[in-house]
């Protein structure tokens, strides 16, 4: 093959790659700003609004209290979740932590949001030899197909949320973001192993409430990603992709968002009754 023809066929392959390599490029509205919510420690975006995460609060409940009453049946008590104010919602924790104020509180903590099952002092008609744990969720999950269909979350949302991620994806920015966070708290006397993390966080010892070192670590990063903006500039360009795709599929976005809130609506009447 002569060296022309080479070039041409160097060309072309590289033409189709780049083809293959990059989606459609997505409408961006520039004016879009991600909103960082100090107070609560959430990170609001356009999409946001059509997130369920946390919001089946009749499922869920009923659920619980299926669980609760199989376990009583079994003569031990059962803890139920109960989600805390703001459960489900983007902590924002992407581009690493941001929030000085709840660094400098409660360090790289995170609120403990699990349900418990205290077997500390079982009755004495409990079979210790029972997986009672597996018999009743097992039981409630089926009590609650009886009842109605369970509510799942927007596929148009988790569509609209992974093609924006994707389109914000600036190597470029991110990478010169990164390098300059890592410089702040390397200035700040840490040594980052990422762009995330710090070598210094794996010496802070397992504890339920944070150490005095752990928040002074954990403020220099929430500190340094503030000082350079990256959680800000990283979430905002996420917010100028999501917006106009929220305009553009309000009409799928709601009525995927009430149909949640109709199968929720039918748990309802068992959580009146068993409460």
């Given amino acids: 093959m002569s060296a022309l023809k080479k070039l041409l066929a160097a060309a072309l392959i590289s033409t189709v790659l780049s083809s293959c390599s990059f989606g459609p490029t997505l409408e961006k509205d520039e004016s879009a700003r991600a909103i960082f919510d100090v107070e609560n420690d959430r990170v609001i975006l356009p999409l946001d609004a059509y997130d369920t995460t946390g919001k089946d609060e009749y499922f869920t409940k009923a659920l619980e209290l299926a669980r609760k009453k199989c376990f009583a049946e079994h003569g031990q008590h059962y803890e139920m979740f109960v ?35 205290d077997l500390s002092a079982p009755a004495p008609s409990s079979d210790p030899g029972k997986d009672v744990s597996t018999e009743c969720y097992q039981r409630a999950s089926d009590e609650m197909k009886q009842i109605g269909e369970i509510p799942f979350g927007s596929a148009t949302y988790r569509r609209l949320e992974t093609d924006a991620r994707n389109a914000a ?31 210094e966080e794996k010496n802070i010892p397992q504890s339920t409430t944070p150490s005095e070192e752990e928040i002074r670590i954990a403020t220099i990063q929430a500190q340094c990603n503030q000082d350079v903006g990256r959680s800000q500039k990283l ?38 009754d068993n409460q």
């Fill in 83 to 117: 989600r805390t104010e703001g459960s489900g919602r983007n902590f924002g924790r992407t581009y690493g932590i941001w929030n000085v104020e709840r660094a400098q509180k409660y360090g790289l903590h995170e609120p403990n949001e699990s349900n418990t099952l």
């Fill in 169 to 199: 994806g600036n190597q470029q920015l991110k990478k010169s973001l990164d390098d300059e966070w890592k410089r702040c708290v390397k200035d700040k006397g840490l040594t980052p192993d990422s762009e995330m993390t710090v070598k």
């Fill in 235 to 272: 979430y905002d360009l996420e917010a100028q992709y999501q917006k106009p795709l929220v305009a553009k599929n309000q009409a799928a976005l709601e009525n995927e968002l009430k149909e949640f809130k109709r199968r929720d609506e039918k748990f309802k009447q068992y959580v009146l």
